[in-house]
């Protein structure tokens, strides 16, 4: 490739390339699938805990006068140590939770994709079954990620995670 042709890429040239080649080349098509699929979750999740803590530090720090009640109600920040005593303590805690949360996210996303490729490659099928399977265990692990994990919390999110896959495998192409 000439210097001029890189030069003249634009960024969404840079971004089409990536789904001709991925981000990864790991030596197996099962690791690069699930590398990708955690680096890609990890990167949303981080963007959603931030996102979602200025948004509850803007709702607090804003004169509501009881216009939103259900926003400035119980429910308050998800993670409850970014009030510190100072701005350090406050922006460690924002830097360790949203890493946590990021981790959970990327989990999430390489387990089922690694499950549905290893599924697909074993049965020689891709199917709704491989989908539900694929997300009954990744909704197991994110439920054993939480702090306070019980059996019935564990069972809700396996089978949320397995009807979410589920009729996310049945209605790909219909939309």
């Given amino acids: 490739m000439s210097s001029s042709n890189l030069e003249s890429r634009s960024l ?24 990708e699929s955690f680096v890609k979750a990890a990167g949303i999740g981080a963007v959603q805990a931030v996102s979602r803590e200025a948004y509850f530090t803007a709702v607090e720090g804003a004169d509501t006068g009881g216009v939103l009640p ?22 460690e805690a924002l830097v360790k939770n949203t890493g946590k949360e990021s981790m959970q996210w990327g989990l999430a996303a390489g387990m089922h994709s690694g499950l549905t490729y290893g599924l697909k490659e074993a049965r020689g099928t891709h199917d709704w079954k491989n989908s539900a399977v694929a997300g009954a265990i990744t909704g197991m692990a994110l439920a054993l990620t939480s702090d306070d994990s019980s059996h019935k919390q564990i069972v809700e999110c396996a089978i949320t995670g397995a009807a979410i896959s589920t009729a996310a495998n049945l209605l790909t192409g219909i939309f």
């Fill in 12 to 35: 969404l040239d840079e971004l089409r390339s990536f789904d001709k080649g991925g981000l990864f080349d790991l030596g197996h098509p099962l690791l690069n699938r699930i590398a």
């Fill in 70 to 91: 259900e926003i400035t109600g119980k429910k308050k920040h998800r993670f409850p140590d970014l009030r510190g005593e100072t701005n350090r303590t406050s922006l």
